[in-house]
Structures are given as C-alpha cells and as structure tokens.
C-alpha cells in the first residue's frame, strides 16, 4: 500500500460549558472531521472547561475549527499559531 | 406543574399544535398530562421512525418546527434515522424522548439505552435533563436552537422521575431585540458586474431561510441564469424564464453544462453536495465562487471561495436586489445561450402516442405535473422515481417538493406525506414512491385510516429496487444482486385491508385518468402503476466523475463492461 500523506499536528485550545458529555461532543467532531487525537488535557476553571489538544490530520484545520465552534457548548476555540511539525505515518503493510 | 406539564406548556408557548408520537413506559407522565390538553393534538403513528419523518414533513410543509415523541429504548432507537434525516436535511425539530428514571441511569435498566451519546452525530443539540429545575429552560432553549440560524434537530431526554417532579415556574422569555445586519453588496456586485457568464446556484437553505419571496425577487431583478439543487427546485418558480433546473449526478445536460462554462459561481444557501458537484476538480473550472450561507461552517469546505457572506439570507438578497436594480447586469447573450441549452438540454419526456404501450416512468411525472395544481405537495421516498420527480416534475415552491436529499431515507415518503396533510388540511399531498421504498413505512396506511387523511399514494412499481439495479446494470457489468421484488405484495389488496381505496393502471392511456380519479377522489387514494423493470434515470454521471461526463441512453453499454467501477 502506497504511504499516507504526512499528516500534520496541530494545537488547539477549546474552551466548553461543562454540560453533559461536552468532551464527547468534541472528540467525536474531531473524528468524524478526519482528526486524530494524539495529546489531551482537560481543567475545570470557574465555570468553563478548559482543553488542550494536540491534533493530527490531514485536512485543512479550519475546517474542524468551524465545526467545532458550531458545537452549542463551544465558548472558545484557539488554533495555536500554525502547523507545528510535520507527523510522518504510513499505513500499515 | 410536573415536568410533563411543563413540556406542554413549552409547546403552547411556542404554537406547537400537532406532534407525532408514540407512547411506552418512561415517557408515560407525558402521555398522562397530554389528557388534560384541549391544544395539542398528537399523532399516532404505527412506528417511532415514522414520527419523527412524519414530524420533519410536517416541518418542511409548514416552515415550522416539527415535535416528535417516544419513549425510553427501543422506542428512542426507533427514532434515530427519521432524526438523521432531519439533521442531514437541516430541518428544525424538537425530539422528546423518556428515559429510565435517574437513579437507574448506568445500571443497564429495562429499556435503557444511551440516547444522548448514540444520537451526538445527529443532533444540532441535545440534553440530558439532570436536575428537574434545568428543565423548563432546556426547553425554552431547544426549541430557539432548533429553528434558529442554520436550523436542525434538538433532542431532549428526559428521566422518567423529572416527568414527575414538581418543577418551578419556565423561565421569563425576553426575546433579544432584533439587530439590523447591514449588508455590504458591494463586492458580490463588483464580481457579478465583471463577469461574463455569472450563474446562480440554489439550494435547501432558502426556504430553510424563509428567503423564498426575496430570492425570487432578486432572480427576477437580476435576470441571472440558474441552476438548483435537488433540495432546491422550486425556489425559482416553475414559470422563471432563466431557470435551467436541477445540476448534478441526475441533473440536466443544460444545467450542468452552465455550471461548466460559466465563469462566476454565486452560491446560495447550498452547500457543494458531492451528488450536486461531481468530481470537484472538474466542478465549474473556469468560475470564481462567491458563497452566500446562514452558516459559515460551510464555506471553503469543498471549494474555496473568492468571497463568502454570512448571515440572514432575506437581508442578503434583499441588499442584492437594490444593488441590481439600480445598476442591471449586462448578460443578455449569456441568458440566451443558457435558454438554447434549457431547450435543447432540459428535461422532455415525450408522451406516447401508442395506447398500449407500457408507462414510462418520467412521463408519468410529466403528465401528473401538468394535471396537478400549482400548490400540490409531493412527498418522494428514494430512488429512481425520486429522481424522475426531481427532472420531470415543474415545482412553483421549494415546501411543495419534500424529499430526502442528505440522507436519502427509503421509507422518508408516506411519513412525511402524513406530516404534510397535518400541516395543511385542505392541500393535495400525494406520496410518490417506489415498490421498495413504499413497504419501508407501509404500517403508516394504518394512521392515514384512522385520521381519515386525504393522503394520495403513487406507486411506480417496476418490482425492483430500480436505482441499485441501475447501477448494478451501469457500474457493476449487470451483475444484479439482490433487487428483485417480483414478489411484492398486491398492493390493491395491501390498501383495502386499511380501507383505502385503490386503483391499478399499466397502458400509457390509463395515465390521464388514472391521475385525475386519483385527484378527485375524496379521501385517501392508492394508484399503483406498473413500470418497466428495465427504465433507467437518464442522464447519470458515475459517482467519482466530473458532472460533464454524463452518460445517457443513447450510451446505454450492451456489454457494460466500459462502466466497471
Ligand atoms: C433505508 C435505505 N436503505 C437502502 C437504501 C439504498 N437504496 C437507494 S435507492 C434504493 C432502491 C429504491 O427502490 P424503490 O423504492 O423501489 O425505488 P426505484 O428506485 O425502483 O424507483 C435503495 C435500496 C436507502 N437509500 N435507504
């Protein structure tokens, strides 16, 4: 099988309403987007839910940004800057 | 006030007059409360799936949002493709479900099922009531999600005990004062005004706007060429000059070949299907794209665009509008050009003048849209027939054409006719279905007997699931598997068990009458029309391909060894 395209990583900080499964909602668009987690840490602060993601994938990361500020219990998403670095994967076989 | 109590409440508050549902044992309370109301009228369907489909034609009907009803487990499972529908289809809707009472949640309960987390890729929202208190405004806010901006389902479940709880008074509702959105059109014109070839590109998302009369108004100003999508016919008005119809894997040549050649792509309230765009390298090479939407998760998804606008589509269009009255577009020839392929390249289903001939499928629909009124509803379920409906049949309303297109839900058709005739009573709501997708919701016969609605049902009966054979025929070297239904029912006998009248027809001459002594029948009617196994939608474009390879009859393979996928 031909190698993947190198997927890129990326960090993003989302801030939720910690309302019933507000960290499901948010894998599972990370997901079905085309995302795969490689980093997660998640912080009660006052009355948010702070998250720090480290993301890989191949897709334009705007694109799962727009998405992810659809969710109703989305405050805040911040993409750091850009690309971090480049994640060489190939596919097994 | 109980829990249950306050759901009614929630839905008088927000004019909520019909809702369709089915009862069970978490969701009781409601079912108990519902007694006592003298407003709402519920709906029994025969099946969940079928009242949340009903619910969605309702929506789609009647521009309002949709409520449908179950109970814990099994009948909350039932609900979910009717409710994937909605969500694919951006319709609004409100989804009440039990749920085991809360001390039981996690203890794998009699009918207890994870609802929340199975329905989190189907829903604009949903809830989990926790605390009985959060009740009254989960409600309030779920029905302002559900048909606000960009418009979806909002599911809400609710343990059996919080049904039960004395729960405070709803919230005071303040609504937040209009802003006006100032428009700045001045780009799009710049863009429109320096092209050569512009062409209009319509979706589901003007009537999901309620921007029907302004769009209008705006081709009209503009005189601009046009192409829709399938959620889109009828935005334009079956009488619209420079209309050329739908684009796309079934669309027409005319409509596909302006989307070719023009050079300035106005995208409005769609969304790039893949169905709609083909492959998308191919996709309107030449055009610059301006992308005009309610939401802005749906710009640069597919295609990049040079300008993208976001908000009310009314305000939009009515800003367009000004901006091109007072400053015509220049595109006479470009119109004419576009009006030689509609004639040439749109969709003509030749009548048969033989009596004994056998009926085509698409001119069956081309007669039943000459014959009907212009206000007539057509509910389609999924297929061939479908797509016949979309090409052959002339819509003056995007609410008169109801149809799955996101998900493309067999079964979609009886329900959502149902929906539709609660919607409006006195209209003409006709079901056109295939023989596969008919006995998908056939148990739905039973609620039209029982509200006596004047339901309609067409059946293009060609004794196969007609679209997978199609493209087992075209893309799979005629290898059929797994189509055959030549040993469906008898339909005429299925109806009269449910005290529906019914009538068969299979010679071209039968056509007219067939369609008007169905028109004028009083009450629920089911006209089954024999078809030929073997009529394909033309034209088609292999799925992968670029909108201007399409295939049509006159390629039909006699080895289809060409078309292996
Ligand atoms: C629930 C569901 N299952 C399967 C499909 C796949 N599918 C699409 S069209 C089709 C055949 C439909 O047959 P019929 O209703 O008889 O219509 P026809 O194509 O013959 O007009 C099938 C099986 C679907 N769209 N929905």
Known sequence: MNPQPPAASYQIHC???????????????????????????????????????????????GMLQSQLEKLQTVVVVELKDQALSVVERFSAG | MNGAQHILEAFHRHHIDTVFGYPGGCIMPLYDALVDDAVVEHVL?????????????????????????????????????????????????????????????GTDAFQETDMLGMALGIVKHSYLVEQADELPGVLEEAFKLASEGRPGPVWIDIPKDILLAEVGPAPAVHGTPGVDEVVDASRVMAMLKASQRPL?????????????????????????????????????????????????MHGSRAANRAVAECDLLLVIGARLDDRATGKLEAFAPSARTIHIDADAAEFNKLR???????????????????????????????????????????????????????????????????????????????????????????????????????LGTMGFGLPAAIGAQFANR????????????????????????????????????????????????LFYNNRESQIDLDDNPDFLTMAKAFDIHALHINRSDQVR?????????????????????????????????????????????????????
């Not at chain 2, 589901?204 to 016919?233: N, Q, W």
């Open chain 2, 513 to 565: 009458r067939g369609i008007e002594t169905l028109l004028a029948y009083q009450g629920p009617m089911l006209l089954h029309v024999a078809i030929a196994r073997e009529e394909n939608v033309w034209p088609i474009v292999k799925p992968g391909a670029g909108n201007t390879d399409m295939i049509d009859e006159t390629h039909r393979p006699r080895s289809n060894k060409e078309y292996v996928a």
């Open chain 2, 304 to 406: 990049p665009a040079d300008l993208t606008l976001m908000g009310d589509l009314t305000t939009i269009l009515r800003a367009l509008t000004g901006e091109v009255q007072t400053s015509p577009l220049a595109i006479s020839d470009w119109q004419q050009t576009c009006r030689h392929w509609h004639t040439t390249g749109g969709f003509h289903a030749a009548d048969n003048d033989d009596p004994y001939a056998p009926i085509h499928g698409p001119a069956f629909i081309r007669q039943l849209s000459r014959i009907t009124a212009d206000d007539t509803v057509i509910a389609c379920d999924v297929g061939q027939h479908q797509m016949w409906v979309a090409q052959y049949y002339d819509f003056d309303h995007p609410r008169h054409h109801l149809t799955s297109g996101g």
């Open chain 2, 45 to 105: 369907c025969r099946h969940e799936q079928a009242c949340a489909l009903a619910a969605d034609g309702y929506a789609r009907a009647s521009g309002r949002t949709g409520v449908c009803i179950a109970t814990s487990g099994p009948g909350a499972t039932n609900l979910i493709t009717g409710v994937a529908n909605a969500h694919r289809d951006s319709v609004p809707m409100v989804v009440i479900t039990g749920q085991v009472p809360s001390a039981l949640i």
């Open chain 1, 15 to 61: 801030r939720m309403t910690p309302e019933v499964a507000a960290l499901e909602r948010l894998c599972q668009v990370v997901r079905v987007r085309g995302f795969r987690i490689a980093k997660m840490a998640m912080e009660n602060v006052g009355d948010s839910l702070d998250i720090a993601l480290t993301l890989e994938g191949n897709r334009p990361i």
């Open chain 2, 426 to 473: 006195a209209s003409t709501v006709i079901n056109v279905t295939g023989d596969g997708s008919f006995m998908m919701n056939a148990q739905e016969l039973a609620t039209i007997r029982r509200y006596q609605l004047p339901v309609k049902i067409i059946i293009l009966d060609n004794q196969c699931l007609g679209m997978v054979r199609q493209q087992q025929e």
């Open chain 2, 200 to 248: 209009l590109y319509s979706g589901g998302g003007i009537s999901l706007a309620h921007a029907e009369d302004a769009f209008r108004a705006f081709t009209e100003a503009s005189g601009l060429p046009g192409v829709t999508t399938l959620k889109g016919l009828g935005n334009a008005g079956k009488r619209a000059p420079n209309d050329l119809g739908m684009l796309g």
